[in-house]
């Protein structure tokens, strides 16, 4: 008996190779093949407007903390 280990290897995720990467194009598939580009939208609209949130604050902290120096 024989136990073959498949080793996976992640890529960095860069904005070129983002929408390359197997679980964004699974996740494409998906919406598409299940007719949910409505729900998907709304979905990734939240997660957009979440990340930027934490980056316009983590700016503004660093704007700060240069200013202060």
């Known amino acids: 008996m024989t136990v073959e280990n498949e080793q996976v290897v ?4 860069t904005p070129r ?16 093949e ?5 729900e998907a939208k709304i979905m990734l609209e939240l997660v957009h407007s979440k990340v ?3 980056v316009k604050k983590k700016r503004k902290e660093s ?7």
């Open 10 to 13: 992640e890529t960095p995720k």
């Open 52 to 54: 930027m949130a934490t």
């Open 34 to 38: 299940n007719d949910l580009r409505r």
């Open 17 to 32: 190779n983002f929408r390359s990467a197997i679980d964004i194009e699974n996740f494409y598939r998906f919406v598409n």
């Open 63 to 69: 704007k700060s903390k240069k200013q202060i120096h």
